[in-house]
């Protein structure tokens, strides 16, 4: 009987579960919630990190991890400059 190549869903669980001695080491609950958002993002890009073609799973799954987290920089970047801005402008009127 012929086995089927996993999707990118399935690889993504069992490299979670690779990972679950490391979990269990952390050393607050708070580590262990934060360990599983790191996978809950990666989940948001699955689609995208299923059609790279990466030999090594966990490569694609730092790639999401990696992209997630540059996002969310960017984001808080522009966030902050706005403000900065807005102040300056403030600034200056008076």
Do not use: W
């Not at 262990?32 to 990666?42: G, R, S, T």
């Not at 490569?59 to 801005?85: P, R, W, Y």
């Amino acid at each position: 009987m012929e086995r089927s190549i996993p999707s990118f869903r399935q690889l993504l669980e069992i490299e979670k579960l690779k990972m679950t001695s490391f979990k269990k080491m952390l050393p607050t609950k708070k580590d262990k919630q934060e360990f599983d958002e790191i996978f809950d993002n990666v989940r948001l890009y699955r689609s995208y990190l299923g059609n790279a073609s990466n030999h090594i799973p966990l490569e694609s799954i730092f790639m999401g991890a990696v992209f997630h987290n540059f996002k969310q920089l960017l984001q808080i970047t522009k966030e902050h400059t706005t403000i900065d801005e807005d102040a300056l402008k403030k600034l200056v009127s008076t």
